[in-house]
């Protein structure tokens, strides 16, 4: 095969890959995309295989990371030639993620399916993981993700998180790839051996998701029979407030009128807490009295709780104020209940890294916030319900989600601003991640977002009701509160460590001979 038939080959992973994810959902053709990327680096030098995997990549990412220009444009007050510009950045650099993976995958000898076929997912699940904490991680769409309507699939990332579902769709894949190249590399394989390597890898890869989808039936069975502590119902407001209005303080007065209506909704409907989303407050809750109040107000007018994001500023010295992105619990009758400050912020939207350095990102942070991170995983307490709330951004990741449900949260809830996507996929991709952290904790989660997607995941990853974007609604349902214990919770993310170490110690054995010299290897 020539070098311009493998690169097509290549991008058109990247590029079909893209329609699995959100708003697409074509969940199916995650199964496949990969195919061809595998196909196309069969058998050529790990360097050139380094491209064709880059290649890939950038097409996807572009076509799922595109939001970024509007973010940064719009709201960074950055030209639309330099928002693009980053964002192809951006793109580049979680393309050299797909191109890590041909090249470490073509530095191993591929002569039995131990040594290549089957090593596939382990590297490229220990890459999601690098990816998730690398420069402070950006595991925004890792592959699991795009089966987060399909229920029965999902149920084993309450053992191995999301990553469990990036590797059974890699293993497919290199399976399919493996058939069709339809080689015979080597020794015949000691499981069965008149068989050729690539019939019986399949046939592993079969067994595999047979076994995934037995255990997802019955972990479904046994979680929806579980007795049921305790039930609350939830109400979450999505205001639609636009951006560009949102911090003006002439609009502070029409945007609480906006949540207080959303609120009396949710009362009419029997909700015993209603979420508002992030910053839904636009102003300083702990300083601005006269807003203050009137929070309050609502919340003991209508004799309900409520859970709403609203920025905060403490001074830990004199003349040194701190400011957070924080949420604030209401109880009935308007008392503080709890507070959350976020912990995890984003790079160059709440705050500038090497900020001595790059200090001519001043405007970016002046147009989007400059906020202090948290220290603690709140949990917080209402009418008997631990609960917690990640902010935005840090729902993506897996591991500081845990840390809530490890604290005793029974129910997950998170608030966001998805008004800085636009009208993009960013917001339905978004809630897919947000729904997998129900499943992985076994706890239900509500969303609220100012501009949506909200709605709800029960605990094996039932999703609705759901809004629209860019329209107000309040949506409702009653939460059901189980004692539903999982792996994933109280050993985190091990499977996709084990992953990595598995990936680290197969390609460095492979380019290490006996003596402990290196390997003649493709350049």
């Not at 380094?50 to 939001?67: D, E, K, N, S």
């Not at 957070?324 to 912990?343: I, T, W």
């Not at 100012?450 to 949506?475: E, K, Q």
């Not at 985190?492 to 598995?502: E, L, N």
Request: aromatic share 12%; with cysteine; glycine share 8%.
């Amino acid at each position: 095969m020539n070098h311009p038939k493998r690169l097509l080959l290549a991008v058109s992973s990247g590029f079909f890959l893209i329609f699995a994810f959100p708003p697409y959902d074509f969940s199916l053709i995650a199964w496949l995309a990969l195919v061809p990327l595998i196909v196309a680096i069969d058998g050529i030098p790990r360097r050139r295989a380094f491209l064709f995997g880059f290649a890939g990549g950038i097409v996807h990412f572009v076509g799922t990371v595109y939001w970024v220009i509007n973010s940064i444009h719009n709201y960074g007050h950055v030209p639309m030639v330099l928002s693009g510009l980053a964002m192809l950045l951006l793109a580049a650099y979680l393309a050299c993620y797909w191109g890590g993976f041909a090249f470490l995958l073509n530095s191993v000898s591929a002569d039995t399916i131990s040594s290549k076929a089957a090593l596939a997912p382990f590297l490229w699940v220990g890459l999601e993981l690098l990816r998730g904490r690398f420069l402070t991680g950006f595991p925004w769409d890792l592959l699991g993700y795009t089966q987060y309507r399909q229920t029965t699939v999902i149920q084993v990332a309450d053992i191995t998180g999301v990553y469990g579902v990036s590797f059974l769709i890699v293993l497919v894949n290199v399976a399919i790839a493996f058939l069709l190249v339809g080689r015979l590399h080597g020794k015949k394989d000691i499981f069965l051996h008149r068989l050729s390597p690539s019939i019986t890898f399949a046939g592993i890869s079969l067994l595999t998701v047979m076994a995934v989808l037995a255990y997802g039936s019955w972990r479904i069975r046994a979680i929806d029979a579980a007795p049921v502590q305790k039930t609350i119902h939830v109400a979450v407001a999505q205001g639609n407030v636009e951006q560009d209005t949102k911090w003006d303080e002439d609009f502070r007065q029409s945007t609480l009128d906006i949540y207080r209506g959303l609120t009396e909704q949710g009362v009419a409907k029997k909700a015993d807490l209603v979420i508002w989303p992030e910053t839904a407050a636009p102003f300083l809750f702990n300083h601005e009295l006269y807003w203050r109040n009137q929070v309050i107000d609502i919340a003991k007018d209508n004799k309900v709780a409520i859970l709403f994001g609203s920025p905060e500023v403490q001074y830990p010295e004199p003349d040194k104020p701190l400011m957070h992105n924080s949420v604030f619990l209401l109880d009935p009758e308007g008392n503080d209940a709890g507070v959350y400050r976020k912990r995890h912020l984003v790079p160059f939207g709440e705050y500038v890294p090497l900020h001595s350095i790059l200090f001519f990102l001043d405007k970016l942070v002046v147009g989007i916030g400059d906020f202090g991170g948290g220290k603690e995983a709140t949990v917080l307490q209402y009418n008997g319900v631990p609960l917690s709330t990640a902010v935005c951004y840090e729902i993506i990741f897996p591991e500081e989600v845990r840390e809530f449900a490890k604290g005793g949260a029974k129910l997950l809830t998170t608030v966001t601003n998805d008004a800085w996507f636009g009208n993009s996929s960013a917001p339905y991709q978004h809630f897919a991640m947000a729904a997998f952290r129900a499943v992985e904790n076994r706890t239900p989660l509500a969303r609220a977002a100012n501009t949506g997607v909200s709605g709800f995941a029960d605990s094996v990853g039932r999703i609705g009701p759901v809004s629209g974007i860019f329209t107000p609604a309040l949506l409702d349902k009653t939460l059901e509160i189980k004692d539903n214990a999982s792996f994933y919770t109280a050993y985190g993310d091990v499977f996709a460590w084990i992953s990595a170490i598995v990936a680290l110690v197969a390609v460095i054995g492979a380019n290490i001979n006996p003596r402990g010299g290196r390997k003649d290897a493709h350049p």
